[in-house]
Structure formats: structure tokens, C-alpha cells
């Protein structure tokens, strides 16, 4: 498979674009009147966004969005997604209306939203624009997995599907204990160093900030990169074969290639077959698939825990 080089700097905005900045999470109101309507929450913005009655026509502006609304249940009233919704399979045939870069505002205003849902990061940068045209917003922020399901919970309530809500958080918790009780006698030795190869030319990873570190130590291991100045960072070639990674996780489909570097055949993860190919997108969007990843994960770094 052959894949088109694009720039650092390209590469680090998507990245942002995918992970999202640091904000405080989204939090629901203490006077939010249980699941009946109006409901009152406050948002990864930090506003408080009074919603009348469930809303019918919903417009998401991020793909894990789109995800989460999917998986509330809430598909009949999801009428606009953003570009690069791909998951489940049903969000690609709803009309996209922009994506991280530029909102086409006429097509929203088309489709008559009740309510637009984004991420806190992006959707500021469209806040102006929405609110002339009348359009109301609520903006998520997740910035670890226990914010996901927060955040899960919020939009559970601000659109009557809060059964599915806690039905849905309660099953990632579910998986996130079973990977904890698997590992919580692993001594740190046991743990392995892990290197994230997210792209090769210029080699990046991730570090502190960013999903993937979370979920891997939680899943019983150390992000080799743990001690960079960012979520997605450029990194040294020659600093990953010195540190010597047990597990190499690569984020794109080219095992045979990074197998075959020369300067790398020392290390422990290549000597022992340990590099492992994954789809980035459960581990980097803020969706219910967190967990699954999770569960992946840890199976990857310790087999025989979980056979």
C-alpha cells in the first residue's frame, strides 16, 4: 500500500484535530432536572446551554461525535455529520456539512438543525458564526477515558437518551475494571516499554496529553516517550533504539518495512517480533471504542493474561 508524504506541521494539526487540546471537561449541572425536559447543562465551553425538549434534528461537527450519537441510539435524528465520519458504516451515507478546517453553513442551515454538537477546541473557532446564524451549540472536551464516558453522560442528557447513556458508560467501565483486576499484581518489571510510531518520515509518536499514553499504562505498560514535551511530537530515531522498546505499536500498515530498518535491528521489539499494527482510531477518538482499545491493548502487551 502506498502512502502520500504530507508535512510535519500537516501532521501535528490533524493529530490536534484528532486529539483535542487540553480544556476542563464538560460537567452536567446540579440543577439539571433528571432525564425530563428542559435540561440544563454546562459544556466543555464552560456555558450553560438550556435545552427545551429532546432535540430532532442533530448536526455533529466531529467524527467521534457523530460515533457517540451512533451509539446512544440516536440515529434517525442525526441529519449532518462532519467529514471523515466513517464509523459505523450507516454515519457515511449522512450528508457531511464541513470538517475541522471549514463549516459549510449554508448546508447546515439547510437541514434545520435543533441542536449542533462539537468538540470544545474546534467549535469555538465556529462559535461566532453559529450563534449570528441562530444555531445552538453544545461543545464536548474529553481529556482522558473517565472524561469519555463523562462526556458520554452529558449527551445522554442533553438529548433524553441517558438510559443509553449509562448503559453504554457502564459497559466501558465493565472493561476497564477487567483489564485493571488482570494486571494489578504486574510488578513494574514486567511492564514494557512500548515506542507508538504514528508516522515514519519525520518519526513521531505520542507522549504526555495524548489517549494512547493513558491506555498504555493502563493497560500495564510505559510509553517510551513519556517523558516528551507533547501529546504528538516528533522523535529521534536514534533515542527509540537506545531506550530499546519491548512492543512497537505502528499506527499505519507497513510491519515489513520497519522490520527490515537496518538501524533497528537491535532492538528488543524487532528481535522479537513485538511490532504490531492497530487502527489508530479507537485509540485516539474520544468514543465508547476507548475501551475496546484498551482491551486490545493490554492483550497485545500481555497474551498471556488474556488468552
Not at 93 to 101: C, I, L, Q, R, T
Not at 119 to 133: F, R, S
Request: net charge negative; with cysteine; glycine share 6%.
Amino acid at each position: 500500500m502506498q502512502f502520500q508524504r504530507i508535512s510535519a506541521s500537516r501532521i501535528l494539526l490533524l493529530m490536534a484535530v484528532i486529539m483535542f487540546l487540553v480544556l476542563p471537561g464538560p460537567t452536567l449541572a446540579q440543577d439539571s432536572p433528571g432525564t425530563g425536559f428542559p435540561v440544563v447543562v454546562i459544556d466543555g465551553l464552560g456555558r450553560e446551554i438550556s435545552i427545551r425538549k429532546p432535540p430532532q434534528r442533530i448536526v455533529s461537527l466531529t467524527p467521534s461525535v457523530t460515533e457517540n450519537l451512533f451509539a446512544l441510539g440516536l440515529d434517525e435524528q442525526i441529519v449532518g455529520v462532519s467529514n471523515y465520519s466513517d464509523y459505523p458504516a450507516a454515519a457515511q451515507s449522512k450528508p457531511v456539512v464541513g470538517d475541522a478546517f471549514q463549516l459549510n453553513y449554508e448546508a447546515i442551515l439547510l437541514l434545520e438543525p435543533d441542536l449542533i454538537i462539537g468538540d470544545a477546541q474546534l467549535v469555538k473557532n465556529y462559535m461566532v458564526k453559529l450563534e449570528e446564524l441562530g444555531l445552538p451549540v453544545l461543545a464536548i472536551n474529553p481529556a482522558n477515558l473517565q472524561e469519555v464516558m463523562d462526556s458520554m453522560l452529558l449527551l445522554g442528557q442533553a438529548t433524553g437518551a441517558i438510559s443509553a447513556a449509562t448503559r453504554v458508560t457502564a459497559e466501558m467501565q465493565e472493561q476497564v475494571h477487567y483489564v485493571q483486576t488482570a494486571i494489578q499484581d504486574l510488578p513494574q518489571k514486567a511492564r514494557p516499554l512500548v515506542f507508538v510510531e504514528v508516522w515514519d518520515e519525520p518519526l513521531m509518536t505520542c507522549g504526555p496529553g495524548s489517549f494512547m499514553q493513558e491506555l498504555i499504562e493502563l493497560a500495564g505498560g510505559h510509553n517510551l516517550a513519556a517523558d516528551a514535551g507533547g501529546a504528538w511530537i516528533e522523535y529521534s530515531s536514534e533515542l527509540v533504539v537506545e531506550r530499546d522498546p519491548d512492543v512497537i505499536l505502528l499506527t499505519r500498515p507497513y510491519r515489513d518495512e520497519l522490520m527490515a530498518r537496518s538501524a533497528w535491528q537491535g532492538i528488543s521489539a524487532v528481535k522479537e517480533g513485538r511490532v504490531v499494527e492497530v487502527d489508530s482510531d479507537p485509540f485516539v477518538r474520544t468514543t465508547p471504542r476507548l475501551a475496546d482499545a484498551l482491551v486490545d491493548l493490554a492483550a497485545i502487551l500481555h497474551p498471556e493474561k488474556f488468552q
